[in-house]
């Protein structure tokens, strides 16, 4: 804790700042001396930086030489946290302090109780460089480092969030981050949360942060078909749980709705919903056309149906689904081992029409495969010379090909998705997906960085390699016919 105490004698300020004088002209010394002993084989490096570390903290906690004093005020509390600090270490660090402690020893700052609750920590940092922190307190964190300049601190706190994001909360936080990052303008740290949550959804649909997400968050996720989650009533079900809960108004309700992809419910499934689904029936007239073509979908023929509908939009487009018909888990030990194949089926496509026919398809998986440019080739200087290959100059490879052609497959074509999980504070979560369609048996850039021989490698989860392969049938339209 910081000293609480009066305003220090004007002798002691002067010997704060030039004890602060002092130590940065040290370090500036160290900085030259390095320098200097570069080039010399005899040079070795004196380090007592964690000493200094230790000081500087000295420094904050007892006040010695303090010349400046941040009184910290909320207004929940009549009391003010007393910080004893020195100007030059708080200007070094935050434009904002520089220009506020100039010709003036005492300022008082006004903060909300969360950020004040984390001020100690905030100021502990600008004489250390280093600060720790949980879930709940990055945005507090990062808001004091933007309020006052603190650039690395601001980059550190954003950085923090990045990485720990699959991290187990009671309440969750991904969520909250997200809305956090659109208050602030921060794009990456936006497009990172977003690119969590749809490649997570499932884990989040049934947690409590659910129900936190904003309609804008809602619409951004709904329209996007890299969703990963187990089936399309899965997220209408969770959708449902939404709007009960957060009851928008009328036009909202009926974006939200007409955002559900209807034809990738089965029509046992949109029947129940029609008899048993209270918000379906609150809000029947503005999905009822999307229900009835659904229905229509499942009941002709595909390419029948492609004559007359326009199924090249995002109403007939699978998303990233878990179900056993769309795709197949598949975990390998020991990848850098050896090639491995394996095989599964998934049904023809969403509609019913094709429900009952299967397409069996085979997935070839190499650890170590060599594009042509690198594969070993005679020379004509030495006979019979081999040109040396190096492991390590062999990449990673999947390649998914269907067992068998059919006429079935006329107007269908095939996108596949192959999710990486990795475990990440704990948990498996999908960090990486990769997709190609019909016209490719193989993603150029499959695991294009991953070191699977490093049994610490992140792609690993106990030296085991996890995949989920998902097959999505698309259907293409083909002659149209006058309606």
Known sequence: MARLTGTRPVAARRLGCAASAFLLLLLTVQAAQKADLSGDTTAATINHSLTLLQRLQELLQNGNGSDSVLRVRTAASDEAKVFHTHQLLLSLQSEVFESLLHNQSTITLHEPPETAALFEK?????????????????????????????????????????????????????????????????????????????????????????????????????????????????????????????????????????????????????????????????????????????????AASPLHFAKYFDVNCSMFLPRNYLAPSWGSQWVINNPARDDRSTSFQTQLGPSSHDAGKRVTWNVLFSPRWLPVSLRPVYSDSVSGAVQPVRIEDGRPRLVITPAMSSPDFAGVSFQKTVLVGVRQQGRVVVKHVYSFHQSSDEAADFLAHADLQKRASEYLIDNSLHLHIIIKPVYHSLIKVKK
Not at 125 to 136: A, E, F, T
Not at 191 to 205: I, P, R, T
Not at 233 to 255: F, H, I, N
Request: aromatic share 12%; charged share 15%; hydrophobic share 45%.
């Open 122 to 298: 905030f100021i502990r940092y600008l004489y250390c460089g280093g600060v720790s922190i949980l879930l709940h307190q990055a945005i507090p964190m990062h808001q004091l480092a933007s309020k006052y300049r603190v650039w690395g601190l601001q980059r550190g706190v954003a950085d923090y969030m990045k990485t720990h994001l699959a991290s187990e909360s009671s309440q969750g936080h991904v969520v909250g981050w997200y809305h956090y990052a659109v208050r602030i303008g921060d794009a990456a740290l936006q497009e990172s949360c977003l690119q969590f949550l749809a490649w997570n959804l499932s884990a989040v649909l049934g947690s409590a942060e659910w129900g936190s997400v904003s309609v804008e968050l809602l619409l951004l996720l709904l329209e996007r078909s890299d969703l990963v989650l187990h089936s399309e009533l899965e997220l209408y079900t969770a959708v449902e749980s939404w709007l009960s809960r957060r009851q928008p108004e009328g036009p909202v309700a009926k974006r939200v709705l007409r955002a559900i992809r209807y034809p990738m419910i089965a029509p046992s499934q949109l029947f129940r919903l029609q008899a048993q689904s209270p918000v379906l029936a609150r809000h029947y007239g503005a999905v009822q056309d999307l229900l009835f073509q659904a229905f229509q979908f499942h």
